[in-house]
Each structure stands twice: as C-alpha cells, then as structure tokens.
C-alpha cells in the first residue's frame, strides 16, 4: 500500500507548522522516523505531539497532505536503486519503491486510522537518544507486536542479464549477504572503476557506489557512471571488467589498506555515533544482529583481499546490467531482461484500430497484451495487485511480477468486450478509482480504415459499369457492321 505510510507521516507532523527548533520525518524502505533536536523540553514536547497524533490523526487534512506529497513525488528524479528493485522483484516487497503511492488514491480516513493503529505501536517502535538522558521523556504507544519486513521474493531471473533503460548511464546492480568485506569491497570497485574509466579512458566524470540494507541480512549494491551515449558500451564493460577481476584476485595490499584507513577515519568522527545509534535501531527493527563501531572496525583490520574476492563473487552471480535504450550489451553472453513472454494468454482476441499489429487478448485465465511478432505481456487475473480505474473506461492493471498493463478504449475494436471482462475478471478489491486526465485523453482519433492496393482498388461497380457500356457499344457496332455485309 506505497504511500499510506508517507501520508501517516504527513499527518502527524502537521500540526508543528514552524517550531524553534529542527525536527523532521521520513519513509525509506522498511520504517518511518520521526527527528528532532533540540532541548530536553523541546524534545519532550515534539514526541508527546507525535505520539498523540498517531493514536487520533487529523484525518481532516488527508486531501491536504495527499496533494503535499504527490507534488513532492512529481518532483523526485528517477532512481537506479528504485528502478533494479522493480526489476527484481517486481510489484511486491521492496519492488514496490519504483511505483508511484497509488494506494493514497482510494484511502478513506478509516482506513488511514487502522493503518496507523497496526503499525505505529510499542511493540514496533525503537528509538535512540545523542545526549543525557531525558526522565521525562515518554513514547505513548498503543500495545502492538513487531511486524516483519517486506519478504525478498526475487522473480525468476537467468543472471547476469542486461535491460535497457530511458534513464542516462550504466548501472551494475547486484544482492550480496550483508558483510564489512562487501561494503568493502564496493568501495574499492568504485575507486578502481574511477581511476579506469575517468583518468585513464576518459569516458565519464565519476562513478559512484551505493550499498543500501535490505532486510537486515541482504544488502543491495550499486555501480553506476554517466558517459556520453555513444560511450555507454564502452563503459559499462570497463565497470564488469573491475567488477570481475576484483572478484578473482581481491585487491592489491596497498588498495585494501587505504580503504580500511579511510573506513576507520570515517568510524573516528564523533558524529559517526548518531550513525551507529541509528543502524543500531535499525537493525533491532529487523531482528538482525548490531555490530558496534569498534565491532565493525575490528573486522576491517583483519580483512584479507581473498575475503573481499569471496565476499564480491555472490552477488556477480544475480548482476543486472542497466543501459541506455539503443545501446549495445558490452557482454554478448548477458541475456536480455525478459520483458515480454513467447506467447499471449488463451482467449479472444481484439485488434488495435491504428493498424499496430497488437491485440489485446482476454480470457478465463487473464489478459495479454500481444505486440505484432506475437510476443506479449501478460498478467493472470488473480497475480493483479492493484489497478487503477477511470469513469471514461481507461483501466491500469499491474500484475504481481511488475507487468503493467494499460486498457485505453478508444485504439481498440469492440472495447466494452475488454472493459467488460476486465471489471468482471479483475479482483474489485484491488481496483482503484483515481481521478483527473485518463492516458486515453490525449490520444488523436483513429485513423479511417481505407483500403490499400492499386488505383482500381474499391472501384470495382464504376468499372463493371464502363466496362458494360464498353461492351453494349462493342456489340451494337458488331451487328451494324454484320447487318451491312447482308
């Protein structure tokens, strides 16, 4: 339910307006927090707000902050870590980040209310504190359990594989189990790949990395560089060459020991303790096992570069490859991602008035959409996890792997058949009613259907027609010209 969370967080915050001091919110992946600094008082003063407004939210104000946080979403940039977790698992768990906060659009006011009553409770709460501790500071929470994370349901995927993307760059994404030789040895490919791709090929300003927790146990790991268009292959095979080649040997003793000073400089800054606390909570939320500072640096130091190898090696096993549309795979042996199945579900078939070749398939099973090499995405009724819905019969139907499938009536032959199989077909539980401008509103009308062929083409009755004046003229000469040899 992407973005219910966000608008609870919304919704407790915004009675604060302007305040002496700083506090903030946010949703990433797997919690919400809530952040102040300030006094003792003033922090007593912002958690007894929040926690009293969690258990009675101003549900007054959903339109308000609905509207507050699709304008902050109309402005977010496309992300390589939120696109890869689409591709990897699709429309559920962690793949859900890449959609937009559908489930804002059909929220009732009750709803948000349960919503936050199951989540927002003792039970599901941890918190950390930088400074003396506060007596008076307490968390009002309703009783509750702790909840899992999202489940780490990968789709079936043949790695390593490649896709191309509207999106600028190259991207390496890959999921490795949660370890200081990882986190390492993401570090020591970024700083490789810089040195090759930027000073000594010249093909693009910078490479950064990205290591990002998942459930506590799995990490997902980020490669990505900028080129030119035309340099992206060339690019891109320079990242998997690093990659691979630091998956075999590890890295040279000079590489490992720079990388574990600068880790252990990092972990030396006083403000390194606000991030422990926080991945300290972090990681309680998840019930996975903290390490502490000295545990992490500890590990650090006694790093080997056959350990960095062994840690890279896994996640090369399930890499994804992301490239610009056009551009060709630097690795010939990568397969394509499979967006599309060999053949359309069984079931009735209604072709594009524009003269595409597609077709839109139903059946009892589910709906295709066929391209014009009989290639198709398809979506089983009961694999839809949500939709959209608008009054003018447009229909968004996305299915539990991430396949999306839009119905606009005006492009196809008989559409109330389609509509009809849909609303019948489709979970209504999982169908929401959105408002505003459907995708069939801009679309030009169909073209007329005109016949294509030789000029004679559709003129078939005038020419029988001269063609019979032809002949009664012909045969009215004949009997003249016999009538005078007689």
Same mark, same amino acid.
């Given at each position: 339910?992407?973005?219910?969370?966000?608008?609870?967080?919304?919704?407790?915050?915004?009675?604060?307006?302007?305040?002496?001091?700083?506090?903030?919110?946010?949703?990433?992946?797997?919690?919400?927090?809530?952040?102040?600094?300030?006094?003792?008082?003033?922090?007593?003063?912002?958690?007894?707000?929040?926690?009293?407004?969690?258990?009675?939210?101003?549900?007054?104000?959903?339109?308000?902050?609905?509207?507050?946080?699709? =304008?902050?979403?109309?402005?977010?940039?496309?992300?390589?870590?939120?696109?890869?977790?689409?591709?990897?698992?699709?429309?559920?768990?962690?793949?859900?980040?890449?959609?937009?906060?559908?489930?804002?659009?059909?929220?009732?006011?009750?709803?948000?209310?349960?919503?936050?009553?199951?989540?927002?409770?003792?039970?599901?709460?941890?918190?950390?504190?930088?400074?003396?501790?506060?007596?008076?500071?307490?968390?009002?929470?309703?009783?509750?359990?702790?909840?899992?994370?999202?489940?780490?349901?990968?789709?079936?995927?043949?790695?390593?594989?490649?896709?191309?993307?509207?999106?600028?760059?190259?991207?390496?994404?890959?999921?490795?189990?949660?370890?200081?030789?990882?986190?390492?040895?993401? =570090?020591?490919?970024?700083?490789?790949?810089?040195?090759?791709?930027?000073?000594?090929?010249?093909?693009?300003?910078?490479?950064?990395?990205?290591?990002?927790?998942?459930?506590?146990?799995?990490?997902?790991?980020?490669?990505?560089?900028?080129?030119?268009?035309?340099?992206?292959?060339?690019?891109?095979?320079?990242?998997? *060459?690093?990659? *691979?080649?630091?998956?075999?040997?590890?890295? *040279?003793?000079?590489?490992?020991?720079?990388?574990?000073?600068?880790?252990?400089?990092?972990?030396?800054?006083?403000?390194?303790?606000?991030?422990?606390?926080?991945?300290?909570?972090? *990681?309680?939320?998840?019930?996975?096992?903290?390490?502490?500072?000295?545990?992490?640096?500890?590990?650090?130091?006694?790093?080997?570069?056959?350990?960095?190898?062994?840690?890279?090696?896994?996640?090369?096993?399930?890499?994804?490859?992301?490239?610009?549309?056009?551009?060709?795979?630097?690795?010939?042996?990568?397969?394509?991602?499979?967006?599309?199945?060999?053949?359309?579900?069984?079931?009735?078939?209604?072709?594009?008035?524009?003269?595409?070749?597609?077709?839109?398939?139903?059946?009892?099973?589910?709906?295709?959409?066929?391209?014009?090499?009989?290639?198709?995405?398809?979506?089983?009724?009961?694999?839809?996890?949500?939709?959209?819905?608008?009054?003018?019969?447009?229909?968004?139907?996305?299915?539990?792997?991430?396949?999306?499938?839009?119905?606009?009536?005006?492009?196809?032959?008989?559409?109330?058949?389609?509509?009809?199989?849909?609303?019948?077909?489709?979970?209504?539980?999982?169908?929401?009613?959105?408002?505003?401008?459907?995708?069939?509103?801009?679309?030009?009308?169909?073209?007329?259907?005109?016949?294509?062929?030789?000029?004679?083409?559709?003129?078939?009755?005038?020419?029988?027609?001269?063609?019979?004046?032809?002949?009664?003229?012909?045969?009215?000469?004949?009997?003249?010209?016999?009538?005078?040899?007689?």
């Amino acid at each position: 339910m992407a973005g219910v969370t966000h608008l609870i967080e919304h919704l407790a915050l915004s009675a604060l307006g302007e305040q002496p001091y700083d506090y903030n919110g946010f949703v990433d992946q797997v919690r919400t927090a809530f952040t102040v600094t300030g006094t003792a008082a003033q922090i007593v003063d912002f958690f007894n707000h929040v926690t009293t407004a969690l258990a009675a939210l101003p549900l007054d104000r959903v339109p308000t902050e609905r509207r507050i946080i699709e =304008s902050e979403a109309a402005g977010h940039y496309q992300s390589s870590f939120r696109q890869t977790m689409r591709l990897r698992y699709g429309a559920t768990g962690f793949g859900t980040v890449d959609y937009s906060q559908i489930g804002m659009r059909w929220l009732t006011p009750q709803a948000v209310q349960a919503w936050a009553a199951r989540h927002f409770t003792a039970g599901n709460a941890a918190a950390w504190l930088a400074g003396p501790v506060i007596p008076e500071l307490r968390f009002d929470l309703p009783p509750g359990g702790r909840l899992a994370p999202p489940a780490l349901t990968p789709k079936r995927l043949r790695f390593p594989l490649y896709v191309e993307s509207d999106s600028l760059g190259v991207t390496l994404s890959m999921i490795g189990e949660r370890s200081t030789a990882l986190s390492t040895g993401l =570090s020591i490919l970024g700083h490789r790949a810089m040195q090759r791709i930027r000073y000594v090929e010249g093909l693009s300003y910078g490479v950064q990395t990205q290591y990002e927790q998942l459930d506590g146990r799995s990490a997902h790991l980020i490669a990505h560089t900028d080129p030119l268009l035309e340099h992206s292959t060339k690019a891109g095979s320079a990242l998997l *060459d690093v990659a *691979d080649v630091l998956s075999l040997t590890g890295p *040279d003793a000079e590489e490992l020991a720079r990388s574990v000073a600068a880790m252990d400089e990092a972990l030396s800054d006083p403000q390194s303790a606000i991030a422990e606390m926080d991945r300290a909570v972090h *990681d309680e939320l998840l019930g996975a096992a903290h390490f502490t500072l000295a545990d992490v640096r500890e590990e650090a130091q006694a790093l080997t570069p056959t350990q960095v190898a062994a840690a890279l090696k896994p996640p090369l096993d399930n890499l994804i490859l992301v490239i610009p549309t056009g551009t060709r795979s630097p690795r010939p042996h990568f397969a394509p991602y499979p967006e599309m199945e060999a053949h359309a579900l069984p079931g009735t078939e209604f072709p594009h008035l524009y003269g595409s070749g597609e077709h839109m398939v139903v059946g009892p099973s589910g709906i295709s959409l066929r391209d014009a090499d009989r290639r198709a995405l398809n979506i089983l009724w009961q694999e839809i996890v949500v939709g959209g819905r608008w009054q003018d019969g447009t229909r968004l139907l996305v299915g539990r792997d991430g396949t999306e499938i839009t119905f606009r009536p005006p492009v196809w032959r008989n559409p109330r058949q389609v509509l009809a199989a849909i609303d019948a077909n489709a979970p209504a539980d999982r169908l929401v009613d959105l408002e505003g401008p459907s995708p069939s509103s801009q679309l030009p009308r169909a073209p007329k259907t005109r016949r294509r062929g030789s000029i004679i083409a559709g003129r078939g009755p005038l020419l029988l027609i001269v063609a019979g004046l032809v002949l009664v003229g012909i045969a009215a000469t004949l009997l003249l010209v016999l009538s005078g040899k007689h």
